[in-house]
């Protein structure tokens, strides 16, 4: 038999210890370095039985939609094998399949071929028992190793020959990092425009001046000033919007113009004519010889009589309404409709409010833009100042549905699967921890 040590892990419980280990609230900002877990765990082993570790097996469940950012950490240390089964989702349960057994039965075979003479077990779940006792009997050593005893089953502690205990907080301090986001922080500053007095009306526009950068006092004592700053950002975007609508109201009031005048639209006012020079003749309006003769048409009897409009003169709008036109010259309902900009919720932005780009988009890409776009352009103070939050764990349904509702809309999906919700999600928690630690 060999003298030397084969550390197997079983993956699922060793992470769930590790952010059990933390209050809810931080869970979502853990980060694990596993290359430094790993190299703790060696040291454990040789402290336990002053000899080589040959090889780390970890055991793990990949999903159908392929293996998650720590299983492919896995795939890359060295002195690691990644020995993986199956995890099947159903809904919102996991359930891991063939991976126990997985590990049971390379214990066995590794037992029976003496390939090591001591074994280091990190894991409390009973099912390993059977091939802890075969290995037992084979003449290999077990030493079990585990995260607090409530987590260990004691039938598994009296099969193996050792049990550790080992504490993540203070055993693994180095393998562990919390990722402190803070905030509230400080939003653009951009001065108020003046609104138009009157729709189309003209108006100065004062240069827009933006100030980006971090307070360097507590940012909590002037929390009234961050929030009159974002107060006058929203009033600048309604005077956006304000301006917007009475430029297409005064582009609407000159077609109107123009059609009152000449009579059919998308033309030019005609030119007044001079006393002594005829007006050109309209190649495509047939002669009319009531409105050559310069004589006033009789009115019927009781109606008194209309005087005709002096030359050079354009008729007044009132004159245009009484006056009987054609099919032809009268404005349909649709061009004097003015031009509104379709309803839609302002969590939810259009395609080309959040970016342009070319080539196919995955839900991750889209998560992380949303999430820029959410933050500076949606998001209230409150938002702000606990985005910290969001850069982990489960969104809240304010945030949630928007986001599925703007990610459906860029992957051209009816529905997103589970996979592709994951991965979105994923993408909004890396663009909020990229927002917060660009500004910080």
Not at 17 to 23: D, G
Not at 92 to 97: A, H, L, S, V
Not at 208 to 217: C, I, K, N, Y
Not at 368 to 375: L, M
Request: charged share 25%; proline share 8%.
């Amino acid at each position: 038999m060999l003298e030397r040590t084969l550390v197997l892990v079983d993956t699922s419980y060793l992470l769930a210890s590790f952010y059990n280990s933390w209050e809810e609230g931080a869970r979502g900002q853990l980060e694990i370095s596993l290359a430094t877990v790993v190299h703790r765990l060696d040291q454990v082993a040789h402290g336990l039985v002053d000899q080589p570790v040959q090889r780390q097996n970890w055991y793990d469940g990949i999903p159908d939609s392929g293996p998650h950012r720590y299983q492919r950490t896995l795939r890359v240390i060295e002195g690691v094998q990644l020995r993986a089964g199956q995890l099947i989702e159903w809904g919102d349960r996991r359930t891991q399949k063939a991976v126990d057994t997985l590990l049971v039965a390379d214990m066995i075979q590794a037992a029976y071929r003496a390939q090591c003479s001591d074994m280091v077990l990190v894991t409390g779940d009973a099912d390993m028992i059977p091939g802890v006792r075969v290995a037992v009997d084979a003449g290999v050593r077990v030493h079990l190793v585990g995260f607090g005893w409530d987590s260990i089953s004691s039938a598994l502690r009296h099969a193996c020959d050792t049990t550790t205990v080992l504490d993540p907080r203070t055993d693994f301090e180095d393998a562990m990092q919390i990722r402190v986001l803070e905030g509230p922080l400080p939003p653009k500053v951009r001065t108020v425009e003046a609104r138009p007095a009157q729709p189309g009306a003209l108006v100065d526009d004062p240069e827009v001046e933006e100030a980006v950068g971090m307070v360097g006092v507590d940012l909590r004592s002037d929390r009234a000033a961050a929030t009159s700053v974002a107060d006058e950002a929203r009033a600048t975007a309604a005077d956006e919007e304000l301006a917007a609508d009475a430029e297409e109201l005064a582009r609407d009031v000159r077609e109107c113009a123009v059609i009152a005048e000449t009579g059919r639209p998308g033309t030019e006012p005609a030119e007044p004519t001079t006393p002594g020079h005829a007006a050109p003749a309209d190649p495509v309006a047939p002669a009319d010889p009531v409105a050559t003769d310069p004589a006033p048409t009789p009115s019927a009897p009781g109606v008194p009589a209309q005087s005709a409009p002096a030359a050079g003169s354009a008729p007044s709008p009132a004159d245009v309404a009484a006056a009987p036109s054609s099919g032809s010259a009268r404005p349909s309902p649709s061009m004097m409709a003015p031009h509104r900009r379709p309803l839609r919720s302002k969590y939810v932005p259009l395609s080309e409010e959040v970016w342009t780009s070319s080539g196919e988009q995955t839900p991750f890409d889209v998560g992380q833009q949303y999430a820029t776009w959410w933050y500076e352009q949606a998001a209230t103070d409150k938002q702000r100042d606990e985005a910290h939050l969001l850069s982990g764990g489960v969104l809240p349904p304010e945030v949630d549905r928007p986001l599925l509702q703007f990610a459906c809309q860029m992957l051209n999906e009816f529905t997103l699967s589970e996979h592709q919700r994951v991965r979105l999600r994923d993408g909004f928690h890396e663009g909020i921890r990229a927002v917060l630690l660009k500004q910080r």
